[in-house]
């Protein structure tokens, strides 16, 4: 693999240590949040080359970063900086909920939230899920 020229994306977003594991990175190309020089991304078998630019959001920030080397293993932190060059520092999502508002918050004694609520708290901690 060190010869080779290309690379799997699922692969190198693990190798580079933006996601924890395969599996992770897989779900996260196929979700199309992923943008491979400015086109959406919806396979994990993606080929990825040396110069190449991805946008994707990483929990509250959207990470623009450059692909400097492929790498042939999952290294320590070190090692994976050296496979990619940040573009811009990392931007705050625009649909941010204000930080003094809390969407899980409950008032004292109403209970257990039912399922409905439960699901809704969730959509507005993580609407992309």
């Not at 699922?10 to 491979?36: H, V, Y």
Request: glycine fraction near 8%.
């Amino acid at each position: 693999m060190a010869g080779e020229s290309v690379i799997r994306l699922d692969k190198w977003l693990w190798f580079a240590r933006f996601c924890k594991s395969r599996t992770l990175a897989g779900k996260l190309c196929e979700t199309g949040r992923i943008k491979l020089a400015g086109k959406a991304v919806t396979k994990a078998n993606q080929m990825l080359r040396p110069g190449d630019v991805l946008t994707f959001p990483q929990g509250p920030h959207v990470r623009v970063i450059e692909v400097v080397a492929l790498g042939t293993r999952r290294g320590p932190a070190v090692e994976a900086q050296t496979l990619y060059a940040d573009l811009a520092p990392p931007q705050p999502r625009a649909e941010q909920p204000p930080e003094d508002q809390s969407p899980a918050s409950r008032e004292r004694g109403t209970g257990r939230p039912t399922k409905a609520e439960r699901r809704a708290t969730d959509r507005l901690i993580d609407p992309f899920e």
